[in-house]
């Protein structure tokens, strides 16, 4: 099961290391290396998050997200989206963004980091709408109770969601446009550059999540009615087969993953320059990594572990929040990829082990529940 869940992600990452070593010798094989351990680190949350909606697809749409996914995880997002950001940010053409970021690499990186502004405010809002919409949502199980409970109430009140992000981000653009007046106005458009790359994240995750959120409801619609004797034995205790999304549900939600994946993506792409500014060797150590959070995404699914250990979907999220508001923050300020990475690994093996601890105090329960009903069998009179 190990090595058919993983065995692409190995295979990628013999080549990957091989190609490195035949690019740059040891030294270009190390630095991929480290790349794909700092991406694996910084998307462990995103491979929680994409298992929780992978599950619902069917089988096809699995087959899809690991093939045509992959090469738009790997390619697209890892090797071209730096190349078309320079593109776009420095008003020139693909190929001379390419010349560029092959033979003027510390150029390259520099309109890489300028352009980090508009990258980090489209994905933190992309990301900090689908933690408040998380955190906002009333469900049967909590983790954080003192947190979650009274937040789902609020959660009741429409757009609320919507009306925190747009806040957070009109303080973030005043931030930045407070700076720029303090240094003599220096880079002052900067500040609208954030406030319109933030809307258009705004807008990117109300479109997407809100197809793939309504495809998803008129396909349950339609189980329920064909199935009602499913429901009705459901109801009386029997467990029912999840719903799997299929069709124009399942498009839209393969969407939405991309464009998750895609945020997820921008601070392992803007760290990857702290280590090299060589467009191959990222590529190729960001590749890696991305390969290996999609196995581990299936793995997840196939291995039921978010059935199992609840709270990790949870833990996720907190974790997707921590990064929304880390990128929103590195607008203005230098924060370590390192703290980056840390704080999404703490919140998962935290969210891991209170599960762990929940599935004990459950098991217990029940063992005294049971010995308590065999005691009053035997003490029963005959």
Known sequence: MLLKTFGWSFAITALGLVAAAF???????????????????????NAVVNAGILKKMNAFWQKIFLTIGVLIAVFGM?????????????????????????????????????????????GGMFLLMIFLDFLFEERDIQWLRWIERPLAKLGKVDMLSVCISLIVLLIASFTVATHAHQHGGAHIDKAQTVLIAGIAGLITYMV???????????????????????????????????????????????????????????DGVIGAFAITNDIVLMALGLGIGAMYVRSLTVYLVRQGTLDDYVYLEHGAHYAIGALAVILLVTIQYQINEVITGLVGVVLIAWSFFSSVRRNRSLAAAEARATGSGEKAEVSAPL
């Open 208 to 266: 997407v999540g809100g197809l793939s959120g309504y495809f998803e409801d008129r396909l349950e619609e339609e189980e329920e009615r064909e199935h009602e004797e499913e429901e009705a034995a459901a109801r009386s205790g029997k467990p029912r087969s999840a719903v799997k999304l299929a069709g124009q549900a399942a498009f839209f939600m393969f969407l939405y993953l991309e464009v998750l994946d895609a945020s997820f993506s921008f």
């Open 23 to 45: 690019y740059g010798g040891w030294t270009a094989f190390g630095v991929v290396a480290i790349l794909a351990v700092l991406e694996i680190s910084l998307s462990f949350d």
């Open 78 to 122: 890892r090797l071209i989206f730096p190349v078309v950001i320079v593109a776009i940010s420095a008003h020139m053409g693909p190929v001379e963004a390419v010349d560029l970021a092959i033979n003027n690499k510390d150029r390259y990186q520099e309109l890489v980091t300028d352009a980090h502004p508009a990258i980090a405010a489209f």
